[in-house]
């Protein structure tokens, strides 16, 4: 991603004017140095300089950090390591010199500061930069606390469902076009090959979604959190079916239904915003979930397999495809950095407990399949479009937002590839009153 750009479109910005050189280049034992040193050890992964003439490790290493300004370490010291980073970050205060991607898998082994050692470091902070360190205003695209956004309605309730959908996905169909690809699938592709381009992996991904839902002419196919339509879409154009797809956000509804009509499947394809809770029909041959476990909340999925279950004919099936933590006993909750910038209110299960819910449930588990590696080759293409089209996507949604994405799309491509997260396909079918399955004996996908 740009690691020839003074400043990665991963990071979201390049700075108006080259970082200002260092005043000295000798090892100073001021705060600043103190607290580099305490995180990042004598010999960092990366170069550091800052604003004050501080330099630790290569100054010309390929790889940098540049602190701009005593807001950085405002944001830092004010907040817990992660949020504190990505607040100056996301405001320009923090610049990475190189690829985003290579700079964070270099820095993740560095220490995180406890909070007697931000109180102390705080405190030597504020002697030696009394007319500079102050208090910097939070990001304008940061959510409220989960306190605070408690009063805005139960957790997981329509209402906050909502908003939270809302302030992810309402960003701009544009913007999303420009990361996305022609495919907007906003989801983990399935690469056939090492060749494989994106929009061919993304074909693919939903081509084996048909596939394991055993979709023929004529079925009635339910997509529940469908995104931008592009399951609806390709279930009807290439199986034949009559798809329906709901979402809560309503750019994506919007969008979608255009795309419909543009490729002349608004006849047996349709997507409404609309919350799943809210889908009144019933005997669907399949359901597809892609993506939406992750945003209904840990205690709610029992009653989301129950209500799918409801929705299906005796042998239909779901397929229900989520980011899972890799252990069953792992926290539900997100970082801060995600709760508050990207899915807030977003919980993760270990795919334990999505099969265990399932089976609870009125599911008969017949298949699982872990897209792990696929999703960090997936968030490797996506930044690479944000990197190419940087310029765009910053005039569409503004550089902070551009940064955000930037970061939490990097940042998640590592948790992929080290095992910090992972992707389940779970596939479940409603066994009719005699047992029936209607399944094959050895199912083969055929993709």
């Given at each position: ?8 479109t ?61 807001a950085?370490?405002s944001?830092?010291l004010?907040a817990?390591?992660?949020?504190g980073?990505?607040r ?9 010199i ?10 993740t082994?560095?220490?995180e500061?406890t909070?007697?050692d931000?109180?102390l470091?705080?405190?030597?902070l504020a ?10 205003p ?8 989960r ?29 999303y ?11 983990c592709?399935?690469?056939?090959d ?6 061919d ?33 390709h279930?009807a154009?290439?199986y ?6 709901v979402?809560l956000?309503?750019?994506?509804a ?20 609309l919350?799943?809770r809210d889908v ?13 476990t ?7 999925v029992?009653?989301?397999?129950r209500?799918?279950h ?8 779901l ?21 508050r910038y990207?899915?807030?209110d977003g919980e ?10 399932m089976q ?5 588990v ?5 897209l ?5 080759r997936?968030l490797?293409?996506?930044?690479a479009n944000l990197?190419?089209?940087?310029d765009?996507?910053v005039?569409?949604?503004?550089v ?10 990097a940042?998640s491509?590592?948790?992929?590839e ?5 992707l389940?396909?779970v ?7 005699h ?13």
């Open positions: 991603m740009g690691a020839s750009r003074p400043f990665s991963a990071l979201g910005s390049r700075p108006a004017s080259p970082p200002p050189a260092p005043t000295s280049t000798a090892v100073r034992p001021a705060a600043l140095h103190l607290i580099l040193r305490r995180t990042l050890g004598d010999d960092p992964p990366v170069g550091i300089t800052a604003f004050d003439g501080t330099v630790l490790g290569d100054p010309d290493a390929s790889l940098r950090l540049h602190v701009r300004t005593p950085a370490l944001y830092v004010t817990p390591n992660e949020l980073l990505a100056a970050y996301i405001t320009g205060q923090l610049d990475v190189g690829d985003l991607y290579a700079v964070l898998r270099a820095l082994t560095a220490d500061l909070r007697a931000r109180m470091l705080a405190a030597r002697r030696e930069f009394t007319d500079q360190l102050r208090p910097a939070i990001p304008s695209e940061e959510a409220p606390s306190i605070r956004r408690a009063a805005r309605g139960l957790r997981h309730s329509k209402t906050r469902d909502s908003e939270a959908i809302s302030r992810h996905y309402d960003v701009s169909n544009r913007f076009e420009l990361v996305l690809g022609p495919s907007m699938a906003y989801t592709a399935c690469y056939p090492d060749a494989a381009s994106l929009e992996a993304q074909f693919h991904k939903f081509d084996l979604v048909c596939r394991k839902l055993a979709l023929e002419p004529g079925m009635r196919l339910l997509d529940v959190g469908c995104g931008w339509g592009g399951m609806v879409a279930a154009e290439h034949g079916v009559r798809a329906i797809g979402t956000s309503r750019q994506q919007e969008w979608a239904q255009r795309d419909l009509a543009e490729r002349g499947l608004a006849d047996r394809a349709e997507v409404h915003h919350d799943y009144t029909g019933s005997g669907f041959d399949a359901v597809s979930s892609i993506g939406l992750e945003h209904i909340g840990a205690r709610n029992p009653s989301y397999f209500f799918l409801g929705k299906l004919r005796p042998g239909g099936r397929l229900n495809h989520c980011i899972v933590r890799p252990h069953t006993y792992d926290s539900h909750r997100t970082g801060p950095f995600i709760d990207v899915f807030p993760l299960e270990g795919v334990g407990a999505i099969v265990s819910a609870d449930n009125g599911f008969e017949r298949h699982a399949e872990n792990r590696e696929h999703y960090a997936t490797a293409a996506w930044c990197d190419t089209h940087w765009a996507a005039a569409e949604s503004g902070q937002r551009a940064r955000v994405w930037a970061l939490y799309m940042a491509r590592l948790s992929f080290r095992h910090q997260l992972e389940q396909q596939l479940g079918v409603k066994v009719g009153e047992g029936d399955a209607s399944m094959p004996l050895r199912p083969d996908w055929g993709v």
